[in-house]
């Protein structure tokens, strides 16, 4: 049986992270990784946005793809303040040059901004418009941190899933997955919550709303589904069809995830 890695993270000339983590992996050394594992291809997901480390070009993930035919599903990733720092910019058609250019997905979206800002909603428009799947990381606070705000209950992804019906969420991060279960306290979603699960908002959400899928990768995917195995398999049999495999393999040579 052959894996498809849904999160994938490669630069082209990565050097060492400020964290003093090993550098980012290169293509070659996903591959390399990937034919140990039974890896058979994986999402290329470019990092745009400044919260996090330092912005990628979307041109350097379609070089990848051109190199590894067949290895690398090349996504691509605009920053919603892009081309004119207006909450009408037409975004959609960069998406569509890239999809155009075989771009299959944006993201992995990170800017720290919450689902109700204007530039979130209004890329959010352009990305159905263009008609690509999106992989988002989810944050627990604005600033300090990266990835989309939203709060306890997740009431944005809530409003953002309906109002976009066109496209087809994945979501990821602990803030994500910790809403597997009911939290005890709110900062629970920063952490990695342990213990038996009391089923929370996340599989509602996933009844409710046929376009949020699941992105499993991450210590935080990995949580999820350690903590309570009986909750998991329940979880996992009732929404099999859209919780996706990931690693999200961050740092190189040793393939820290």
């Known amino acids: ?29 996903l591959i390399e990784f990937y034919d140990e594992l039974g890896v058979e291809k994986a999402a290329l997901l470019p990092l745009i946005g400044p919260e996090f480390y330092l912005p990628q070009a979307n041109e350097d993930i379609l070089e990848a793809a051109e190199r590894f035919p067949g290895r690398f599903i090349p996504y691509c990733n605009i920053h919603p303040q892009a081309i ?20 299959r997905g944006v993201g992995e979206v990170i800017c720290n901004m919450s689902f109700h800002d204007p530039f979130m909603v209004n890329f959010f428009g352009e990305v159905e418009k263009a008609g690509l799947p999106l992989t ?79 992105d499993m990768s991450a210590g935080s995917g990995c949580n999820a589904f350690t903590r309570d195995e009986e909750f998991a398999v329940k979880f996992i049999n009732e929404f099999q069809d ?12 040793t393939m820290e995830a």
């Not at 849904?6 to 050394?29: M, S, V």
């Not at 996706?244 to 740092?251: L, P, R, T």
């Open 1 to 29: 049986m052959m894996f498809i890695d849904i999160h994938a993270h490669a630069y082209r000339k990565p050097f060492l992270q400020l964290d003093g983590r090993a550098p980012w992996p290169t293509p070659d050394q």
């Open 84 to 103: 004119c720092n207006e909450t009408n910019a037409p975004l959609s058609d960069i998406f569509k040059k890239y999809k155009d250019a075989g771009c």
């Open 136 to 214: 988002f990381h989810l944050a627990h606070r604005i600033r300090g941190c990266y990835g989309i705000y939203d709060e306890a209950g997740l009431p944005g992804l809530d409003e953002t899933l309906y109002r976009f019906q066109g496209i087809n969420f994945c979501g990821h991060s602990m803030a994500f997955w910790a809403e597997i279960g009911q939290l005890e306290k709110p900062y629970d979603r920063a952490l990695y919550p342990t213990g038996k699960v009391v089923e929370g908002v996340l599989p509602k959400l996933m009844r409710k709303h046929p376009n949020l899928y699941g």
């Open 242 to 253: 859209r919780l996706m495999f990931g690693i999200d393999i961050c740092s190189a040579p």
